[in-house]
C-alpha cells in the first residue's frame, strides 16, 4: 500500500505530482488500492493547487472581447445588449462600467458566463 500524506508545502506538492503522473499514462483498474491512491491524491494535489495557484476570473471586459472574438462580432453586434455604439465603445474602452442590465443582456444573448462580467 502507498504511503498518503498532507501536501504541505512545494516538495510535497512536486513528490505528490511525481507519485501519480506514471498512473495517468497507465491508469489503474477502478476500484483497486492504485485507483484509490491516485484518486486522494489527486484530491489533495487539486486543495493545494487552488490554495497556493489560485486562478483569477477574467477581467470583464476580456471576457466580451474573447467571446467578441469567438464568434466573430463586431462591437455593431454589442449594441442590442449594450446600447447605442458610442456606449459600446465606452465598454470595450474601459471608460464606463457595466450596469446590471447589460450583464444579463450580454449573458443571455451571447452566453458569457455571468461570474465573468460581474468579476468574482
Not at 467578441?68 to 449594450?82: H, S, V
Amino acid at each position: 500500500m502507498m504511503n498518503v500524506k498532507p501536501i504541505r508545502n512545494e516538495q510535497d506538492y512536486q513528490a505528490a505530482l511525481k507519485s501519480i503522473s506514471p498512473m495517468f499514462d497507465n491508469q489503474p483498474d477502478m476500484g483497486s488500492q492504485d485507483f484509490d491512491y491516485m484518486e486522494v491524491m489527486v484530491l489533495l494535489i487539486e486543495a493545494y493547487e487552488a490554495e497556493h495557484y489560485p486562478i483569477a476570473s477574467p477581467d470583464p471586459i476580456e471576457a466580451i472581447k474573447f467571446r467578441m472574438e469567438q464568434l466573430g462580432l463586431t462591437a455593431k453586434d454589442l449594441e442590442p445588449a449594450i446600447g447605442r455604439i458610442n456606449r459600446v465603445y465606452e465598454i470595450l474602452n474601459g471608460t464606463r462600467n457595466l450596469t446590471l442590465p447589460m450583464i444579463r443582456k450580454l449573458h443571455k444573448q451571447f452566453g458569457i458566463p455571468a461570474e465573468s462580467l460581474i468579476g468574482v
